[in-house]
Structures are given as C-alpha cells and as structure tokens.
C-alpha cells in the first residue's frame, strides 16, 4: 500500500523485464490462460545477464517459451508436489528434464491432485464425440435427402441373356448413380422408355428400367438440427461460454445476455489473477533470489481494468 522507493524501483525492473522478452509478454499470457481448458500450462523461462544500463551485472528474464503438453512423457512427483517435467524429443526421441524452479506452471487441480489437472475441455469430450456423430449425419442426410434412398430397376430376365460384359456396360450409368452419395446440380439419368408386356402381348405402363426413392419413415433434419443444438448449448455452459448463445435461437433478453456476461467477467478475472500470482511465486521469485534481492520488494503483475 506504502511502497518503498527500492519496491517501485523493482517492480519497474520487472515490467521492463517482462515486456522485454523474446516471446511477446501478451502471447505468454494467453498460454498461460490454456490451464483453464486443458488443466495445465507449462512454460519455462531462461535468465540472462544484463549487459548495460542501470542493472548492468543483474539477471533478467530473456524469454519464457512454451512447453505443449503433450510433448511431456513424465510428471515426477516428489511428497506430492512437480519435481520437473521429462519431455520427449520427437525428432531423436531424447529426453529433456526441466526442474519445476524453472517453470511458469498453471494447473486447474480443483478436481484433482494429478500434476496434469483437470480442464473443462475435458468435460466436453464425450459431448463433442456426440457431435462428431451428429454433424456428419445432418450433412449425409441433406445431401442424400435424409427421407429415402434411391433404388434401380432393370429387366433381370432379360439381363440374364447377356454376357457379364454386357451387362456391365449397360447398367454402369445407373450403378454410378445409386452409388454417388451426393445428389449434385446437372447430375441425371438417361433411361431406358421400353416398358414390360402383358400376357396377350400388350405395352404396360410398367417400365423395365426405373429409379425409385425407397421412403425411410422417422427421419427429419429437424431432430438431427435440434440434437446439435443441444449439444452446443451444453458444451457452451460447461466453458462458461453460454452468452455467446443468447438469441440464436430466436429467444432470449438483452439482461439476460448482460447477467451471464457478467459470470464470464469473473471467469475472465480469476483466471488473470492466477496467472499474476503464478508469474510473481515462479519465474520473478527466482530472478529475485538470483539477484539477491529482498523477497519484500517483490511485485505482483496486475492488469488494467477490462473493457
């Protein structure tokens, strides 16, 4: 509340040090803000020597660079808490250790004491395997019609006199067409007029050669619509993301949208302060100790209001 002049000094040099990196301090911080999803983000920061200037002599921070997840095989543990990440080189498949004082790591362990955490993606994953179903089924059905499927007809008896060869030429056009899923503009069928001959030797009104639409009764794109629907609205909740939603179905208030703006307000504000108290415990705490600084000196990153 009362900084001295020593702590105002400090914390000028960390904001110099942190918006003075290799990697842009806004792009660490959107990385840092995927625990939320994934349950952790891990990056490793790397000192430097300051060459010039009024901390000639000191350590700084020259980058904190990203460590995907899944590149890590290993997350030892030791009485409960991150030792170090052993990662994998996928080129040569060596491995990397990292000890934990040389990590900015995040981890949503609200569910679980696992050094992985837990993540709201993970929540979703069974809804998006529904979704997965769903969508390409909506798709197949507005591309074949959804109500039926097409069947050929063709004068088998005759068919039958003929060699395999000729019967293959003459029904190819109609076999591509009842094998093509995808009912397109200009694709047709020429057919056959001849029709079938009763007993006395006399033309019907039955065809030899046709295209029918074998109906299919209970499908509706409107159902398959709806499920996904559902589904995106549930996934939505989950990520706390559902104002995004309001009205796109037609219903809806502006306060309404206003309220759940406001929830992910305070989504947004807890996860920024868990990232402020990561970077103050992790790599600003360790540049402190290796300059042999006062720990009572050290700042805690803040941000500006949200617009």
Avoid at 153 to 165: G, T
Avoid at 201 to 207: C, F, L, N, S, Y
Avoid at 233 to 249: C, I, N, R, S, T
């Amino acid at each position: 509340k009362d900084p001295t002049p020593e702590a105002v000094k400090h914390a000028e040099f960390a904001r110099q040090q942190l918006m003075g990196m290799d990697t842009p301090w806004s792009t660490v911080v959107e990385r840092a803000g995927l625990f939320k999803w994934f349950g952790v983000s891990v990056q490793e920061w790397t000192a430097k020597i300051i060459t010039d200037g009024e901390w000639k002599g000191k350590f700084g921070l020259q980058d904190i660079a990203m460590r995907p997840p899944d590149t890590i095989d290993r997350w030892p543990m030791i009485e409960g808490k991150l030792a170090e990440i052993v990662q994998r080189d996928p080129t040569d498949g060596t491995e990397k250790r990292v000890a934990r004082a040389k990590l900015l790591y995040l981890v949503d362990a609200l569910l679980s004491d696992s050094p992985i955490g837990t993540g709201l993606l993970r929540h979703i994953a069974e809804l998006a395997r529904q979704l997965s179903v769903y969508e390409p089924t909506e798709g197949w059905g507005i591309q074949t019609d959804l109500g039926g499927q097409a069947v050929g007809r063709v004068p088998a008896a005759e068919m039958a006199k003929l060699s395999p060869e000729e019967r293959t030429r003459l029904t190819a056009g109609l076999r591509e067409f009842l094998e093509n899923p995808i009912k397109r503009p200009g694709y047709g069928l020429i057919l056959d007029s001849a029709t079938y001959k009763d007993a006395n030797g006399a033309p019907t009104a039955i065809p030899k050669w046709g295209v029918e639409l074998l109906k299919a009764a209970g499908s509706s794109h409107k159902e398959v619509g709806e499920a996904i629907k559902r589904l995106i609205w549930q996934m939505a909740l989950v990520l706390g993301v559902e104002h995004l939603m309001v009205g796109f179905d037609g219903a809806g208030a502006n306060s309404h949208q206003k309220q759940k703006s406001s929830d992910f307000y305070l989504l947004v504000i807890s996860t920024l302060n868990k990232i402020a108290e990561a970077t103050r415990r992790d790599p600003l705490t360790q540049i402190w100790g290796l300059n042999g600084w006062d720990k009572s000196t050290l700042p805690t990153p803040t941000y500006n209001k949200l617009a």
